[in-house]
């Protein structure tokens, strides 16, 4: 009885935008999602989120990115959120008071087990020093930021100085987000961590 009650409050729901003017954020006054949620694909959304499944089922959407309190929907290019937006805003509010699942309990255990199995790098003592103090700083000083512009950065290797990192949500192909990870986040890492030598993105 107390889930119901829970499901059933208001939910306040607003739009905020991104730096990529292709992906908006859909705000709500809940946690709907307790980490972070990236479906670039609609077999992977089928899989795990019925959200995101039936999201992608609309002409317009391209990806979907659930984190915390918020949605975030990549478009394509060929639409106008004008004429969309409402739609989004709509359904996305009317799903959440619904009280269905949002994403399927596993799902975070799942994605890094395939990270794990798809990464070949065997770090030394003194690599495995260096990666955690790079995610420290990344999750600490980074990823709320990030977050706050309805993406995510997932640290992904470190290799001879190089530190590769994957970029999610509405990070995804924005044009300011190279510029941002040049300037902000591998200048931060360099002065942090001497080691690192550059940082490279991955599109997630």
Do not use: H
Not at 4 to 14: A, E, T
Not at 153 to 175: A, N, R, T, W, Y
Not at 177 to 199: C, D, N
């Amino acid at each position: 009885m107390e889930n119901k009650s829970v499901n059933q409050q208001p939910i306040m729901l607003y739009t905020e935008q991104t730096p990529n003017p292709e992906s908006l954020k859909f705000v709500t006054n809940r946690m709907n999602f307790k980490g972070t949620a990236d479906f670039k694909t609609e077999e992977l959304a089928k899989e795990w989120s019925a959200l995101a499944s039936v999201l992608f089922e609309k002409p317009f959407v391209k990806g979907v990115y659930i984190c915390n309190n918020f949605v975030t929907v990549t478009k394509e290019l060929n639409y106008s959120w004008d004429d969309i937006m409402m739609d989004l805003k709509t359904f996305i509010k009317e799903y959440l008071e619904s009280g269905k699942e949002v994403v399927k309990e596993g799902y975070q255990e799942a994605i890094s087990e395939m990270e794990m199995q798809q990464s070949d790098i065997v770090y030394s003592d003194e690599d495995k020093a260096i990666v955690v103090k790079i995610k420290e700083l990344i999750n600490t000083y980074v990823r709320p930021a990030v977050e706050m512009d309805g993406g995510n950065i997932e640290f992904k290797s470190f290799d001879k100085g190089i530190v590769s990192v994957i970029l999610q949500g509405s990070c995804s192909g924005c044009p300011s987000a190279t510029v941002t990870l040049k300037s902000g986040i591998e200048g931060m890492l360099k002065r942090m961590v001497p080691q690192v030598t550059e940082v490279v993105s991955e599109m997630g």
